[in-house]
């Protein structure tokens, strides 16, 4: 007769996961700060066993810190110099099949004309450093955005970060995409300069509050970048008189060192200029 106490072979499987996840638990605790590790309660025993295989072995290749760029982890294909492609298209699309049939994604933003992306793929991606484990069906994605600060994305949070700074009171003026060389409405100024201006103008104020922000257009020019977008904002000065701006807006920004930086402002109420 069978044993009743014994446990079906489900019934072992399933307890030896959750041996398995315990340890995996305590793992990620230890080396990666996680606080739950979570499979769905309805994965049949033998596919939760092989996920939790899958990840046991990943997080024993990433102990060794065994790494490889990714160019080789593709297979290291050939690609051809800028000057050598005939159709870029082409080889993006060759180059994204290669990384997809290897497992790995990348985006592709829409600012960056055909042969922006292919000198990104083959230089920025290719070179990057990512962990040599190879597990099937793992998929390893990568964002633009994490290497290149180039977007216009960043342009519109640098100079929305810029004002919002400028007309909150609550802490001291810090911003760090301020560029070393300014540009006032009518000379260039240093950017000490700029931060004078800065708290002069915060310094008539015993209330800033923004009130409205957007993005109206961006335009590149001499290798300058100006970005339009339309404000409101509200000051109340130390005699209690309230003033109230709205109207458009004017920023120019230069991309320096991989960030843009932000050389001028023109705005109702507010402009970099000498005091």
Not at 31 to 46: I, K, R, S, Y
Request: aromatic residues 14%.
């Amino acid at each position: 007769m069978p044993d009743k106490n014994k446990p079906t072979n489900d019934e072992q499987l399933r307890l030896e996961n959750e041996i398995q996840k315990i340890n995996l638990e305590i793992n990620l605790e230890i080396n990666h700060g996680a606080e739950e590790f979570f499979v769905a309660d309805d994965l049949p025993p033998d596919m939760e066993k092989t996920f939790l295989d899958n990840v046991t072995k990943f997080e024993e290749q990433y102990a060794k810190g065994d790494t490889i760029s990714v160019h080789e982890f593709i297979g290291s294909p050939n690609a051809p110099n800028k000057g050598e492609v005939e159709d870029f298209e082409t080889e993006i699309e060759r180059i994204l099949k290669l990384l997809e049939e290897k497992g790995v994604t990348i985006d592709r933003p829409d600012h960056l004309t055909p042969i922006g992306y292919y000198n990104f793929l083959t230089t920025d991606l290719f070179e990057h450093q990512m962990m040599n484990v190879r597990i099937p069906g793992m998929i390893y994605g990568f964002i633009y955005d994490e290497f290149r600060h180039d977007g216009p994305s960043f342009i519109e949070d640098h100079v929305e970060e810029f004002l919002g700074k400028l007309l909150t009171l609550d802490k001291p003026f810090e911003y760090e995409w301020l560029s070393e060389t300014c540009r006032g409405s009518k000379d260039q100024m240093t950017k000490e300069e700029v931060l004078e201006c800065i708290h002069h103008f915060r310094a008539q104020f015993d209330e800033l509050t923004p009130v409205a922000f957007k993005k109206l257009d961006m335009q590149f020019h001499n290798g300058f970048m100006y970005f339009f977008f339309g404000i409101a904002w509200e000051g109340k000065r130390p005699n209690g008189e309230t003033v109230s701006f709205e109207d458009g807006g004017i920023s120019q920004l230069f991309f320096e060192d991989g960030e843009w930086m932000l050389q001028g402002i023109q705005m109702p109420g507010f402009q970099f200029e000498k005091v």
